[in-house]
C-alpha cells in the first residue's frame, strides 16, 4: 500500500557478486567464500601430487571436488581430505587409497587421528 515500507533480497552472495550486480558490498557478508579451481589447487600444490591425490581420493574426484575456505576460516571437505591425504604418511595414503571407493575422500574425514 501507499506509504508501506519496501524490502528487497539480493540473494545469498558474495561481495564481488553484489558489487558487480547491485554497486555495493556488505560488512561481515557471512556469503564470502573463496572457491579455488582445481587448476588453482593443482598449482599449489604441485601437478604430480595432486593427480596421485585425487586418484586415490575416488574416481570423480578431480572433476566435482569442491575446494573452498569459508570467510570463518573453515575449509570445505574435499579440500580437507586432499590436504589431509598429502600430509599423510605412504602407509596412511596406501591404506587410503585402497579404501576410497565408494567413500571417495569422506572416509579420510571418519579416519580417527
Not at 40 to 57: C, H, K, M, S, W
Not at 67 to 72: C, E, G, I, L, S
Not at 93 to 108: L, P, R, V
Request: with cysteine.
Amino acid at each position: 500500500a501507499v506509504g508501506d515500507e519496501i524490502f528487497w533480497c539480493y540473494g545469498e552472495y558474495g561481495n564481488s557478486r553484489l558489487l558487480h550486480k547491485y554497486g555495493f558490498a556488505e560488512l561481515g557478508n557471512a556469503n564470502m567464500n573463496v572457491k579455488l579451481s582445481a587448476s588453482t589447487v593443482t598449482e599449489i600444490v604441485g601437478e604430480e601430487e595432486f593427480n596421485e591425490a585425487a586418484d586415490a581420493l575416488g574416481p570423480l574426484y578431480k572433476q566435482e571436488a569442491n575446494f573452498q575456505v569459508a570467510n570463518n576460516g573453515n575449509v570445505s571437505k574435499d579440500l580437507l581430505c586432499l590436504l589431509k591425504y598429502l600430509n599423510a604418511s605412504e602407509k596412511e595414503q596406501n591404506t587410503w587409497a585402497e579404501k576410497a571407493g565408494s567413500d571417495g575422500c569422506y572416509g579420510i574425514l571418519k579416519k580417527k587421528n
